[in-house]
């Protein structure tokens, strides 16, 4: 599990008082998408991912579906692994195929593949800390997260980029400066535990820095 950065008085003085100018059309969307994504229940996907292997990059496309900490990734191209079911449960994956469950084993979490990559994505949305966040010049939120105990370019680093819905678009997941796995959404729908309190709003949210933040 990665380290969850609590920032509340800052983030609370911030919004209350407007400290520095205000905060910025990004970062309050950012903030509330953070909240958002902490209420989530379920979410389903398509997505194509892609990894970097550094002398190879394989692909692939799936359906996901996610419920708390369980993944289940139904692939479906190439044909060489279609058909292939993946279950996350935290740490521990399990495939199937044509009724053979085969077991693989504790995954590290430090470890990052292409299979985990929606879980890690979505572990950053939650809890990672903000670097930075900006509006794209087609008006897509992009939000940047790293360890701020590391400089730019050093350990683990994701970049999210969010619909006016706030679902994900794309999600890449970078280490040591280099890009290892990115997923590319075409479709992706959430199920929020607020969905019956539709209209409320929750002035708390985690976070980091977010100096970084601005509005196109």
């Given at each position: 599990m990665g380290k969850l950065w609590i920032c509340l008085p800052m983030i609370s003085m911030l919004l209350l008082t407007g400290c520095g100018g205000g905060v910025s059309r990004a970062e309050q969307d950012a903030l509330s998408l953070r909240g958002e994504y902490l209420e989530l229940d379920a979410c389903t996907a398509q997505t194509e991912i892609t990894a970097d292997y550094g002398q190879r990059v394989v692909r692939y496309t799936a359906d996901a579906a996610v419920e708390g900490e369980h993944t289940v990734l139904n692939l479906t191209a190439p044909e060489t692994v279609a058909g292939i079911t993946v279950h996350l449960d935290g740490q521990d994956s399990t495939l199937e195929y044509d009724g053979m469950t085969v077991e693989t084993g504790v995954l590290d979490g430090e470890k990052l593949t292409p299979l985990?990559?929606?879980?890690?994505?979505?572990?950053?949305?939650?809890?990672?800390?903000?670097?930075?966040?900006?509006?794209?010049?087609?008006?897509?939120?992009?939000?940047?997260?790293?360890?701020?105990?590391?400089?730019?370019?050093?350990?683990?680093?994701?970049s999210l980029w969010f619909n006016g819905e706030g679902d994900l678009l794309r999600g890449e997941l970078s280490q040591d400066g280099r890009l290892v796995v990115s997923c590319d959404f075409s479709e992706f729908h959430r199920e929020l535990?607020?969905?019956?309190?539709?209209?409320q709003k929750n002035d708390a949210y985690l976070g980091g820095d977010r100096s970084g933040c601005s509005d196109p």
């Open positions: 985990n990559a929606l879980p890690a994505l979505l572990e950053a949305v939650r809890s990672g800390y903000i670097t930075a966040c900006s509006y794209t010049d087609e008006h897509f939120l992009r939000v940047d997260c790293g360890d701020p105990e590391l400089g730019p370019g050093k350990g683990r680093e994701t535990e607020r969905d019956q309190n539709a209209g």
